[in-house]
């Protein structure tokens, strides 16, 4: 099997797991891929071997990936990604390919991260080259719904990313779109797949943080206090 691993201390928890297994020898043939560095980090750490760069245009059979949110009262169970800024920045494109090439998504997530609507700030990636057509058409898209913050490298700064605005390993840049009162737009409270396709109609931008039309296998909710997760199915 190929694995996809995203970020987030319970997709750790699971490398971990793999990498146990692994050793014991009671899982086999098994390799991962990483939708960032610090996931791939891990799966060195725990000794689960990592595909080759070459392999990267394969499906996974699945991925792990932990959401920041989840939105119950969705019918599709929308999810948003790439919030959290430590220890790394969010690789949004990574991370967004692996999802549709995956032949199946398993969320891990915390019983804190389920909430009844997403909420934001959503983090928009925008193409190195047209960045300030692409924030400027965000801010007109959303006008009134959502001020747009730019990332600093680290930690947080003034809506301009301060002194040191994040930059990609690409040179793209990182937006975050801040609602004050759950999705917004023109005025009204509005889906993740309704904010999702604005965004993705705005020239510039190469991804963002909203997981919407997912076929998800299912998710899996940490409960505090309990060794029994909470499964959660689509249908749910």
């Keep these: 099997m190929l694995v996809a691993l995203g970020c987030g201390p319970l997709v750790a928890l699971a490398t971990e797991y793999l990498g146990r297994k692994l050793a014991a020898g009671s899982l086999v043939d098994v390799t991962a891929v990483a939708s960032c560095a610090q996931a791939a980090a891990e799966a060195s750490f725990h000794a689960v071997p990592l595909a080759a760069e070459g392999a990267s245009s394969q499906s996974p059979d699945v991925l792990l990936e932990q959401p920041d949110e989840l939105a119950l009262n969705d019918s599709t169970l929308a999810f948003l990604v790439g919030r959290e800024r430590a220890p790394a920045q969010p690789e949004l494109l990574r991370a967004q390919r692996l999802r549709e090439m995956a032949c199946s998504v398993v969320l891990l997530l915390p019983q804190a991260a389920l909430l009844p609507a997403l909420t934001g700030p959503v983090p928009v990636l925008l193409e190195a080259e047209y960045w300030e057509e692409g924030a400027e058409g965000l801010d007109d898209a959303f006008i009134g719904d959502a001020e747009l913050w730019r990332r600093p490298m680290s930690g947080f700064a003034d809506p301009l990313g301060g002194d040191r605005p994040y930059i990609s390993p690409e040179g793209h840049a990182l937006v975050d779109l801040v609602f004050e009162d759950g999705l917004m737009l023109a ?9 999702a396709a604005e965004i993705e109609a705005t020239p510039g931008v190469l991804a963002h943080g909203l997981g919407v039309g997912v076929e998800l296998t299912c998710a899996i909710v940490a409960v505090p206090g309990s060794t ?4 959660l199915f689509p249908s749910a």
């Design 228 to 231: 029994m997760p909470q499964v």
């Design 187 to 195: 005025g009204q409270p509005a889906s993740a797949a309704e904010v």
